[in-house]
């Protein structure tokens, strides 16, 4: 098995190898926000148990989250000019990757039983930043044990002293459609299960500043709700 370490905005596919071995973790970040890297193993065997490991240098240490991340299923390619690729539009001639394809693009959690998939495996690192953390130099190793293989990741994280504000002047959001994600999850929309499901996506995408959903005519009843 090869590990490396990748930037938090490169893709990461199901065809990706290791082509050299990084294994320094180098971060900065302001206050009130999540400093992160993805990293990337490939050559794995399929169900061997995965086991990470936190040792921080010094009394004072930021809080670590490992999340394993979902390949996704791309079928078709952005059109050149809009939405999915149409009949006569090129997309060997823009896009970075011709549809189908894989794409490691959803955060899943990483419970204690958690086993490898067979080939490419990729974890999401974050470090949470506090609104009051204080500026400095933060250091230690995170561990990463695939049955008998190991490896060590140095992780450096420099906290700097400016500050996230608690609320964002603007509206963002990637995408998400309330009446999508009941049907993709098999959910009855407005039901209490529905509302459950929707609670743990605004949560996690409140950690990436996403703070709205989209609305569609499907998003109401009859009577306005």
Sequence with gaps: MKT??????????ADDVVKQEQHKISLISPRNSFAACQILVDGCEKGLPVIFGHYPKGPCSL?????????????????????????GDQPEEYAAKVAPFLVYDAIGSLPQDAVTDEGVNVFWVSFSVPYDQRPGIYEGEISLAIDEWGCVFPYRVEVVAAQVPNRPRFSMTTWYNLVTIAQFHDVEFGSDRYFSVLKEYARLMARSRQNMFILSDQSFSSSGK
């Design 4 to 13: 490396t370490i990748v930037s938090p905005a490169q893709f990461l596919y």
């Design 63 to 87: 809080a670590l989250t490992v999340s394993r991340i979902l390949p996704v299923h791309v079928e078709l390619n952005c059109g050149q000019k809009m939405f999915c690729a149409k009949e």
